[in-house]
């Protein structure tokens, strides 16, 4: 029996990307490596139609919070002022980013199970003389999918440059890169795209990147020293090699499958699933579906049962749920639908709710 993880990242992967990462031995510095890197960087453009002319796609090593930390530390400029929106870990996170930088910030907080209020940010942005603003597109602490479209209109009105935490979005929601105000997204290899972790990256304007902060924060999180060495068929450190090998395979399986909107309706019909046996189970979703993300979802423990006891009866039945963070965690847990699970592996989920939670 395949144990299938539905906590949000790592994923469970196909056969094909697990044999991809250790298919070869490569060297960073042969051209094999070089030809691997191009395709990945113009497969990660593809994923949202961006032109090569406007966007570079920067990898780098590292999980998610690398590229945070790489987008924040290289893309706000030393004169540069930052707001930050917070409604969850990630948010919060973004903040410690910029503290640790000597960043000059201020960040709007709401309570993780908040909304982000836009008069809220539209006021701030007015008041605030800032230059880029940095929010979280999936808050993975709770499942909320925040409404990033009225935050880019605001930072058009107010001509402030958005920065995104798409983490655990990108390649299964919708992201308005159209927008000239979208200056960049951070993302890894290991969450919606399915590949293994090691390799995370950012995609960035090219404006975005000649306006970075100078002298760099940072040595190894300056996205500006990896895009120099990528433009040119180089690498300024050893990348993630193996993960490089299995990300190539895993975005050739997202486009195969029929790109971001086919990914996001496949979670979607998984999570509705997950809802409905729960609901009959008696157990309800922290947050409404029509503000939850498609890729991971909330929900109550049930009454009686705290969160050791669900997760462990889960995992002897095959599946890794996942707990909830800070004061949630006494309160709910966690059910992500990324990762290659099978029609298959969904009826056994069933099963395995109605095992874990019905017969208790
Ligand atoms: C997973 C995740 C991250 C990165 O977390 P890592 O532990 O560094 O992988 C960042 N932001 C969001 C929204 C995430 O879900």
Redesign the pocket.
């Known amino acids: 029996m395949r144990e299938i993880l539905l906590n ?2 790592p994923v469970s992967l196909s056969d094909k990307v697990r044999k991809a990462a250790t298919a070869k031995d490569l060297c960073h510095r042969e051209p094999e490596y070089f030809q691997l890197q191009d395709r990945i960087r113009e497969q990660l453009l593809a994923v949202y139609d961006l032109s090569p002319e406007d966007w570079s796609a920067v990898l780098l090593g590292g ?4 590229a ?1 930390e790489a987008m924040v530390a290289t893309l706000v400029p030393r004169d540069g002022r930052l707001l930050v929106l917070e409604n969850g870990v ?1 948010g919060e ?1 973004l903040s410690k980013i910029a503290a640790v930088h000597g960043i000059e910030y201020q960040a709007l907080n709401w309570g993780w199970d908040e909304p982000v209020d836009s008069a809220a940010v539209d006021r701030a942005l007015a008041a605030g003389q800032f230059s880029h603003l940095a929010m ?1 597109h ?3 602490t709770t499942g909320r999918l925040n409404d990033i479209q009225e935050i880019i209109e605001l930072c058009s009105k107010h001509k402030v440059q958005f920065l995104l ?1 798409g ?2 979005s990108f390649g299964a929601e919708h992201i308005d890169f159209n927008h000239k105000h979208v200056s960049a997204v951070a993302a ?1 290899a290991n ?1 919606c795209l399915h590949g293994i972790p090691g390799l995370c990256f950012v995609l960035c304007r090219h404006s975005a990147l000649h306006e970075a902060a100078v002298p760099a924060r940072t040595l190894y999180l300056d996205l500006a020293r990896w895009n120099d060495a990528q433009q040119r068929q180089g690498t300024p450190f050893t990348p993630a090699t193996n993960s490089a090998l299995a990300l190539a395979q895993a975005l050739e399986e997202l486009h195969r499958q029929g790109g971001w909107e086919v990914r996001r309706s496949i979670y979607r019909q998984r999570q509705q699933r997950v809802r409905e046996k729960l609901a009959e189970l008696g157990v309800e979703p922290l947050l409404p579906p029509a503000e939850s993300s498609a890729v991971l979802r909330s929900y109550y423990l049930p009454t009686g049962m705290d969160y050791d006891g669900l997760h462990d009866r889960m995992k002897l039945h095959g599946f890794v749920i996942y707990a909830g963070q800070g004061g949630l965690a006494q309160k709910m847990f966690r059910i992500s639908t990324m990762g290659e699970i099978s029609d298959y592996d969904m009826r056994r989920l069933d099963g395995a709710l109605e095992a874990a939670i019905g017969g208790h």
């Open positions: 949000p990242g999980s998610g919070t690398a945070m990630y996170r979280v999936h808050e993975t935490d983490v655990s890894t969450k």
